[in-house]
T-cell receptor
């Protein structure tokens, strides 16, 4: 069964600190992995997308890594800001169909305190 | 900022009413999706479309229906709303890149 598991479920950090969020998946055949940021009551916004051949992708203070062999990804946030408080969702796409089905993790709820 | 719009943003309605949630995108994307998301839970695909006159049911069983008469428009209709339909509904579109999501519609059925 294709699944995406994220950890931790929730995380509280102080402003200015770094943190790393984890994503493990069993989706096969793998096409790409995306990290989204979802603010409360809003739709998800794409942060990064990585294909099989990419190991790392950065977007400002966000850096995503991918190990396609172990089927693991991480999202590292540097020098956190209050505005980083949100749910971070790992999404994996398969290439077994024309649609490229998306499989969603439940997200990590990040809270940044001043 | 992605050009995908949803209306209404919030809707409170009584049981048995018929409602239509609107979704429009200006990017010319062929693929469009409807997801349902309960608080703190993952998104579940309820409908998708490859293009005009193409609609399919997703993974999560839903009593809603969709139509795709125009590329830019993908409305979702509930013929008779029930309290179990209370949730957030997210519309998305994509081509080769990541899916772009709309802001969502929060539905409360009393």
């Amino acid at each position: 069964k294709n699944q995406v598991e994220q950890s931790p479920q929730s995380l509280i950090i102080l402003e200015g600190k770094n943190c790393t969020l984890q994503c493990n998946y069993t989706v096969s055949p793998f096409s790409n992995l995306r990290w989204y940021k979802q603010d409360t009551g809003r739709g998800p916004v794409s942060l990064t997308i990585m294909t099989f051949s990419e190991n790392t992708k950065s977007n400002g203070r966000y850096t995503a890594t991918l190990d396609a062999d172990t089927k693991q990804s991480s999202l590292h946030i540097t020098a956190s800001q209050l505005s980083d408080s949100a749910s971070y969702i790992c999404v994996v796409s398969d290439r077994g169909s024309t649609l490229g089905r998306l499989y969603f993790g439940r997200g990590t709820q990040l809270t940044v305190w001043p | 900022e992605a050009d995908i719009y949803q209306t209404p943003r919030y809707l409170v309605i009584g049981t048995g009413k018929k409602i239509t949630l609107e979704c429009s995108q200006t990017m010319g994307h062929d693929k469009m999706y409807w997801y349902q998301q309960d608080p703190g839970m993952e998104l579940h695909l309820i409908h998708y479309s490859y293009g005009v006159n193409s609609t399919e049911k997703g993974d999560l069983s839903s009593e809603s229906t969709v139509s795709r008469i125009r590329t830019e428009h993908f409305p979702l209709t509930l013929e008779s709303a029930r309290p179990s339909h209370t949730s957030q509904y997210l519309c998305a579109s994509s081509e080769l890149g990541p899916a772009n999501f709309g802001p969502g519609t929060r539905l409360l059925v009393l």
